[in-house]
């Protein structure tokens, strides 16, 4: 054995716990600030998130983001509702907020819509056209629905008018039909939304009226 090897054979072992090297610091997080402490508490809190959500927002989301439980976030929600509508005593307010299949949301109270739909519009017209209405009706009814299709029960071809409620936002692409790969559209959240609608369950009782789309398969080459 060298005098090298000897020297490192009487060295003493290494403390691993003393010689390990030192974690690295986690970085840090802000604080969660409770806003029951903040001004006008959970329900200021809860009404300022909403007041910059730019769709329904559900309760459990709240909830999560502000650090509250789930019943304290849904009671606030309820009673601020009461309250924007008048129900706990005060003025009823130029807003609600009301709870839709996907969450709250505050809008623009409906006994002034006739006002708002005043300035909104200034002037323009707000209405679809008729074959604008009359396609939607087709695409809400018998949806999943391609154009080819649309356009068969509406005798004419409807891309002009598929690119405007596209545009508006109340239809959009949901996937592709298996069979011939055309795009299949439906209605949107916003469309429920315009309709005052939870859900397509409460439209009108009109699909009897329109055709079944199995006598129009075959016509998805108007989508071309």
Known sequence: MTVEEQALADAPAPDT????????AAP?????????????GAHAAIEAVLMVADAPIGADRIAAALNLTQDETDDVLHELADEYAGHLGGRP??????RTVDGWRIYSSSAHADPVG?????????????????TLAVVAYRQPVTRGQVS???G??????????????????IGQDPSSGAVLFGTTGYFLERMDLSSLDELPPLAPHLPDLDTIEGLDGLDS
């Not at 840090?28 to 006008?40: Q, Y």
């Open 17 to 24: 716990e003393a010689d390990a090297a030192p974690a690295p």
């Open 93 to 98: 307010r130029g807003f609600e907020l009301r």
């Open 118 to 134: 005043r300035f909104v519009l200034d002037g323009q017209s707000a209405k679809l056209s008729q074959a604008a209405l009359e």
């Open 156 to 173: 004419v071809n409807v891309d002009g008018v598929v690119r405007t409620l596209l545009t508006r936002g109340l239809i959009a692409e």
């Open 28 to 40: 840090d997080e802000p604080a969660l600030v409770d806003v029951h402490t903040l001004p006008g």
């Open 152 to 154: 068969a029960v509406r």
